[in-house]
């Protein structure tokens, strides 16, 4: 049965910085890629960045140079470090496979906020 815990949200200023985390349980882990999904309020939510299983990653335009994506496989945790973050990137964001299916388990998410 999947589990997906998310942390490390927060409020910060506008060029600020913060590491997600995001525990797995399961096996979704061990046999896909891991994405990090935001969903702003009033939108749908969207994959931003993806890393599979062997480590190769990719990121949406929007995010790509400022956000890093990485993975634990022993700790089955997935990470998203955030750096100079913009207003525009407040979001409660979201772990799942990558890509998710539209019945797939969602965990609760992290808020994230950027804000002077």
């Known amino acids: 049965q999947v589990h997906l815990v998310e942390s490390g949200g927060g409020l910060v200023q506008p060029g600020g910085s913060l590491r997600l985390s995001c525990a797995a349980s399961g096996s979704i882990f061990s046999i896909y890629a891991m994405g990090w999904y935001r969903q702003a309020p009033g939108k749908q939510r969207e994959l931003v960045a993806a890393?599979?299983?062997?480590?190769?990653?990719s990121y949406v335009p929007s995010v790509k140079g400022r956000f890093t994506v990485s993975r634990d496989n022993a700790k089955r945790t997935v990470y998203l470090q955030m750096n100079s973050l913009k207003p525009e990137d407040t979001a409660v964001y979201y772990c799942n496979k990558a890509p998710s299916l539209p019945h797939d388990y969602w965990g609760q998410g992290t808020q994230v906020t950027v804000s002077s």
């Open positions: 890393i599979a299983k062997d480590g190769s990653t």
